[in-house]
């Protein structure tokens, strides 16, 4: 207990001995974390939304006349297009829901001029999430087609690319983001500890010169890193509540379990840890 009150103490007199750099790096660090929580938040929202657009209808398949006029056949053929990859759910239009949909649409004006129904029955499919691509939904269009009792299958390939683009963009960038903060959480916190380091090169000698195993040297700088990343969450936590409280009553987002201010504060401890590590194994010997 007594030598980690001393590794406290000594770890906020490096606080104090180099107080500009302390402060930027805690400012950044913390600046770093609100961006990384953000990005968390902003993933999440992503995710349900792309969760919710992939059960919209991507893919239709139009029934023969004679399968549909056929209770016992399209229950069959309901049951081979479940089996299919990749489909989350079917929905059967028939004749009449169809005639009824187009009535709603765009009046009954162009229907009285035919006597029968002109329209086929379908089938709206909706696509697993992992299977919003070009590639998954030509695949299932292929396999669909094979199926007896379908004449043709449409899929809304447009849709389909837009999500995927989307998907892959937002994938990147934010991991690219999300690299480019932790280099910098990295850098910053290893940087203060290397001159917290040479502000006490004298004490450290000192130290070597008495005895003190290296592991009793170093431990003051590994918690002034530990530290800085906790107050730097702090910072962060702040920030991305305040920022909760001011878009909530804007804008329905998700803001993800309530334990991601944890994990927050756990990255930054985590960070501050590797970068005064890295430090004081390159500079204390």
Known sequence: MRNIFYFFKEAFRGFYQAKLMTFVAIVTIGFALFLLGIISVTYLNVRMWLKDVSNRVEVVAFVNDSVAADSIAVHALLANIRKCTNVSGVNYI?????????????????LDAVDDNPFPASVEISLSERSQSITATTDLQREIEKIPGIEDVRIS???????????????????????????????????????????????VRNMHFVGATPLYIKMPFIFEGILQGVIGGVIANGLVWFVKIVVASRIQLTWGPWYLFLIIFAVGALFGCIGSMSAVRKFLV
Not at 94 to 110: L, S
Not at 170 to 197: E, V
């Open 157 to 203: 390939k447009q849709w389909v690319s837009f999500l995927q683009r989307f998907r892959d963009y937002f994938l990147l960038s934010s991991g690219f983001i999300a690299i480019l903060l932790m280099a910098a959480l990295h850098l910053m916190i290893s940087n203060t500890i290397k001159l917290t380091i040479y502000a006490r090169k004298e004490l």
């Open 94 to 110: 028939d004749k009449k829901e169809a005639w009824g949909r187009f009535k709603d649409a765009y009046g009954a004006a162009m």
